[in-house]
C-alpha cells in the first residue's frame, strides 16, 4: 500500500469515528472514551493529510498560472517564487507524514525501571554513578515524570556502587530506552595530583516496567531468602530480618532489597524490579531472534558496548552511535540538554524503521 492509499484509508477512519462519536456511543462512557482516544491520535495526521492535499492544489494552480502564454508577467514571476518554495515543502509534509504513521513500539508508553551501576575506575566510576544518576533525576523533573529512588548502594566519598529507580510518567521508555549501555568518562580525578585524565565508566540498564498481568510470576518459581540488613563495612542498620532475597528459579535472576525497614515493602519493591528484569529478558530473547539479519545495519544494541563519553577537559558529550558531539557537559548532566541528545537518537531510529518499510 503506498503513501497515499495509507493516507485516504486514515481519513476514511478518521470521519467514521466522528460519526460514531456522535451517534450511540456517545451514550456509553467507556467506548466513547476508546474512540475519543483513537480519534485524537489520528487528529494530527489528518491535519497533515489536509495540509498536504491543499499544497498539492495550489502547485497545480501555480503551474497553470505559469504556463499561461497570455498572462502577467510580473504574476508569472511571483508564481514561479512561490511554486519553487511549495515544491520544496511537499516532500517535507510527506516525510512528515510517514513518520506519524510509522507503527508506535508498545512498550514506548511504559514506566521503567533505572538501572545505574558503577563500572571500571574504582572511586572515580562511584563518582560518575552518581552523577549520572542525578542527570536522569533531573531530566525526569524537567519531563514533569515522578522519579522514585527504590535502592541505593553508595560508597564512602558520595560515590554510588547502585542505584535502582522507577520512573513514571508519559512516554518514559520511548524516551530513555536509547540510554542503555556503557557511559564513558574522561576527567581528571581530585585525588589526581599529577593532573592525569583517568577514563571510568558506569552501565546503565533502562527496563520497561510490565503490568503485572503482562508478567505471571507463579509463587513455585521464586526462592525467597530473608536476612539482616547491613550498612556500609558491615555496620548493621536493622535488628530484624527485613531484607529480602527473591532469586526467580526458571531465569535465574536474583533481586536484593533492604532499603526499607519493613519487609513487607522490600519484598514488594523486589518483586517489582524483579518483573521488570523477567520482561526485559523475555524482550532480549524476542529481539535476539528478530534482530539477527539487520545486526550490521546499526550495531547489535547491545549493553556491553560503549554508547556515549563525557570528556571534561573538552566539555563535552559524544554519543558514538550516531557520532553526534555536543560541547554542553555541564548543561547534559544537568538533565537540561540530553534532550538534543535523545531526540537525535529518536530521529535515526525513526528513519532505520522507516526505511524497513520502503
Do not use: C
Not at 510517514?98 to 514506548?108: A, M, S, T
Not at 550490521?296 to 563519553?309: A, K, N, Y
Amino acid at each position: 500500500m503506498n503513501l497515499d492509499e495509507n493516507l485516504q484509508r486514515v481519513v476514511a477512519r478518521f470521519e467514521e469515528l466522528g460519526q460514531l462519536m456522535a451517534g450511540d456511543a456517545a451514550s456509553e462512557p467507556d467506548a466513547y472514551a476508546k474512540l475519543s482516544k483513537e480519534y485524537a491520535s489520528l487528529t494530527p495526521v489528518v491535519e497533515r493529510v489536509r495540509e498536504l492535499e491543499a499544497g498539492r492544489s495550489e502547485l497545480a494552480d501555480l503551474a497553470e498560472i505559469m504556463t499561461d502564454e497570455g498572462g502577467d508577467g510580473e504574476l508569472k514571476r511571483i508564481a514561479e517564487t512561490e511554486f519553487y518554495a511549495l515544491k520544496e515543502r511537499l516532500p517535507e509534509l510527506e516525510r512528515e507524514l510517514q513518520l506519524l504513521l510509522l507503527p508506535k513500539p508498545e512498550d514506548d508508553e511504559k514506566n521503567v525501571i533505572l538501572e545505574l551501576r558503577a563500572g571500571a575506575g574504582g572511586d572515580e566510576a562511584g563518582l560518575f554513578a552518581a552523577e549520572l544518576f542525578r542527570m536522569y533525576q533531573r531530566y525526569a523533573e524537567t519531563h514533569g515524570w515522578k522519579f522514585e529512588p527504590i535502592s541505593l548502594s553508595e560508597s564512602g566519598i558520595g560515590g554510588l556502587k547502585e542505584g535502582i529507580a522507577s520512573i513514571r510518567g508519559h512516554d518514559v521508555f520511548g524516551r530513555l530506552k536509547f540510554e542503555s549501555g556503557v557511559h564513558r568518562v574522561q576527567r581528571v580525578p581530585e585525588t589526581e595530583s599529577g593532573g592525569r585524565i583517568h577514563t571510568s565508566a558506569a552501565t546503565v540498564a533502562i527496563l520497561a516496567e510490565p503490568e503485572e498481568v503482562e508478567i505471571a510470576i507463579d509463587d513455585k518459581d521464586l526462592r525467597i531468602d530473608v536476612f539482616r540488613a547491613s550498612g556500609p563495612g558491615g555496620q548493621s542498620v536493622n535488628t530484624t530480618d527485613s531484607a529480602v532475597r527473591i532469586t526467580h528459579i526458571p531465569t535465574g535472576i536474583v533481586v536484593s532489597q533492604q532499603d526499607e525497614k519493613s519487609q513487607h515493602k522490600n519484598k514488594a519493591k523486589a518483586l517489582k524490579v524483579l518483573r521488570a528484569r523477567i520482561y526485559d529478558h523475555e524482550q532480549a530473547k524476542a529481539d535476539a531472534e528478530r534482530a539477527a539479519d539487520r545486526r550490521g545495519q546499526v550495531g547489535t544494541g547491545d549493553r556491553s558496548e560503549r554508547i556515549r563519553t563525557y570528556n571534561f577537559p573538552q566539555g563535552r558529550v559524544t554519543d558514538h552511535r550516531i557520532g553526534l558531539t555536543l560541547h554542553k557537559l555541564d548543561r547534559v548532566l544537568a538533565g537540561e540538554a540530553l534532550d538534543e541528545v535523545i531526540d537525535a537518537l529518536v530521529t535515526e531510529d525513526q528513519a532505520a524503521r522507516l526505511a524497513t518499510l520502503v
